[in-house]
């Protein structure tokens, strides 16, 4: 793979976004493997090349972008892109469709991540009507279709009518460090050594459900009189309905008397602190309420500092329950058996060590690296497309 190109279209840094960073870890992976990554970025990414990963900005999620795209990888002779997919950035529409069609016709080999697999019920639920039928047009217009897990995405879109020949399960990438000590992180972080400390990290609204963990510490605060709840994140965005959420949540923690056991940290976390905020914690919470096959990179980022997390049951965290054990998921809206679940985690050492040996041999399995490697192989298949030298 020496001395070739493969080119990204997708958020990137520093723009606020999973997706953003979700690329950036891939496209570094990439160039490990000796591969120069061109990502073609949204405007207000960053314009350069570093560490051999050239970004430019090329498009605007509210206009038509389509012959934007075009012309940058036709200037630069680029014979495979990879598309990161979510409705937000890339749109519910014919867009993309005809973006993939423009590239299948110059011979260009194409790729998309669907980072987000709704079914018909999920896609209605959040105003994505038609689910299955945008699906498979993506599918009909693309080589092939990546997703993250099999359970709840590749066999859904195999139920959705889309030809198993297109669909490759490749796992959202883990990047695997060792987090600062305890006792250290819990100083820079300005919190107490005393007690066990609950993590909630990552962007803040009603689906991921964080009122639920606030009632569960009513029961926790009572077998813990230590145990503190950090949540440390920022609003998805300003909306009027996702402000409103986080008052409610500021208000319920008060109402329940809570103060001393939660706090709430609404703000973007530097990317120097996010190691210290695994270091601090005990264990990750990851209650979310999304019924719709997706991987998030707050779960591999846990799983990469081998730390232990308890997951909602829902379809975002099926590869915890295929790859790791189902004690960590519990039910998604019900506070006494997310206090039940903790509680048991927090006081069985032995059941810890045992979880924690799974978390970090899943971690290595889907290291950057490795799912670099698995992208690079795919990429080979393309035929009759190669990638350019």
């Not at 937000?88 to 011979?107: A, C, E, H, I, V």
């Not at 230590?226 to 996702?242: K, M």
């Not at 997951?311 to 975002?316: A, E, L, N, V």
Request: proline share 5%; aromatic share 6%; net charge positive.
């Amino acid at each position: 793979m020496v001395n070739k190109s493969i080119c990204i279209v997708s958020t990137y840094p520093p723009q606020r976004c999973g997706i953003a960073t979700y690329t950036a870890e891939l496209a570094l992976a990439m160039v490990d493997h000796g591969v120069k990554s061109i990502v073609l970025t949204e405007s207000g990414a960053a314009d350069g090349t570093v560490n051999n990963i050239t970004s430019l900005p090329t498009w605007n999620r509210c206009e038509d972008w389509v012959n934007n795209i075009v012309s940058a990888i036709h200037k630069m002779n680029l014979r495979v892109v990879h598309v990161q997919y979510t409705p937000d950035t890339l749109g519910w529409d014919n867009r993309l469709p005809r973006l993939l069609d423009r590239l299948s016709q110059d011979g260009v080999g194409t790729v998309i991540t669907l980072h987000t697999v709704h079914t018909l019920t999920s896609g209605l639920i959040e105003g994505r009507f038609s689910a299955p039928s945008h699906h498979r047009k993506l599918a009909q217009h693309a080589h092939a279709i990546v997703v993250h897990g099999n359970a709840t995405q590749a066999k859904e879109l195999l139920r959705q009518g889309i030809s198993a020949e297109k669909i490759f399960v490749i796992p959202h990438g883990t990047k695997v460090f060792n987090p600062p000590g305890q006792s250290e992180s819990r100083a820079r972080l300005g919190l107490s050594n005393r007690g066990p400390l609950l993590l909630y990290f990552g962007f803040i609204h009603a689906l991921k459900n964080l009122h639920t963990i606030i009632r569960s510490m009513k029961f926790l605060s009572k077998q813990f009189p230590g145990i503190f709840l950090l949540v440390a994140g920022s609003i998805q965005n300003r909306g009027w309905y996702n402000l409103l959420y986080l008052r409610h949540c500021r208000q319920m923690i008060k109402r329940l008397k809570l103060e001393r056991h939660i706090g709430l940290r609404e703000e973007f976390v530097p990317d120097d602190l996010v190691p210290s905020l695994y270091g601090a914690s005990d264990l990750v919470l990851l209650p979310y309420s999304q019924h719709y096959g997706s991987a998030s990179g707050v779960l591999h980022n846990a799983l990469g500092a081998g730390k232990l997390m308890l997951c909602s049951k829902s379809p975002k965290f099926a590869e915890i329950t295929e790859h790791i054990s189902p004690d960590l998921q519990v039910t998604t809206h019900d506070p006494k058996a997310w206090a039940n679940r903790i509680a048991h985690l927090l006081l069985h050492q032995n059941r810890q060590e045992t979880l924690l040996k799974r978390i970090r041999a899943y971690a290595e399995e889907t290291s950057w690296p490795r799912i670099a490697a698995r992208h690079l192989e795919l990429y080979e298949k393309l035929q009759p497309v190669k990638i350019k030298a």
